[in-house]
């Protein structure tokens, strides 16, 4: 399998640093996928089963409150549609309106995961549980997973939800 994994969130909630633990060797591509030559490709995990190819989605780097118009809204929608997969991460117990409007962008068509983060951070396993269903309650979410980014926590489980996906 080889397929390609867009991760969006808002600033600060840890996609760099996420993405840094799921990237291991950076071989080329190997796929014959049309999307190969539409992306901005920011690194490759490959595993015994699969491949997985992460993607940039410009914007949401420099996404400031009001900022985006709608010709970047549409360079996001279209990298966002155009992958097979998106992890939308959040930081665990807090969500704000840049999230919210983060999560306006996402595509309808294609599986999105929820990816909470900073779990580590998170004691309270019922609070945890309770942010978790607010906003899977939002979004048509087709999976989710607790992770820590920043100590590798709960990265291969949330792999092999991406897998079946590519
Ligand atoms: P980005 O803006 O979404 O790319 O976020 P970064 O990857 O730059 O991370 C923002 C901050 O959150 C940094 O200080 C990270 O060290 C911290 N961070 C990322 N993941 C975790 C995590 O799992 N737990 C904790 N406690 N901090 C994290
Ligand atoms: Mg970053």
Redesign the pocket.
């Known amino acids: 399998r080889c397929g390609f994994v867009a991760i969006v969130?808002r600033?600060?909630?840890?996609?760099?640093?996420?993405m840094n633990h799921l990237i291991g060797q950076k071989i080329s591509i190997t796929s014959k996928k049309a999307q190969t030559t539409r992306h901005r490709v920011t690194g490759i995990h490959t595993a015994d089963t699969a491949q997985f190819v992460f993607v940039d989605t410009p914007g949401f780097q420099t996404f400031h409150k009001g900022a985006l118009n709608e010709a970047l809204n549409k360079s996001v929608k279209d990298t966002l549609s155009n992958v097979d997969c998106v992890l939308f991460?959040v930081e665990a117990k807090r969500f704000s309106a840049a999230d919210r409007e983060v999560m306006a962008l996402l595509p309808k068509n294609i599986p999105v995961i929820l990816v909470v983060?900073?779990v580590?951070?998170a004691k309270d396993k019922v609070e945890l549980a309770n942010f978790i269903d607010d906003v899977r309650a939002e979004f048509n979410f087709a999976d989710a997973e607790v992770v820590?980014?920043?100590?590798g926590q709960r990265l291969t489980e949330l792999l092999a939800k991406v897998e079946p996906l590519l």
Request: a positive charge; proline letters at 6%; charged letters at 30%.
């Open positions: 969130g600033p600060n909630v840890g996609k760099s640093t996420l991460v983060n900073k580590d951070k820590s980014a920043k100590h």
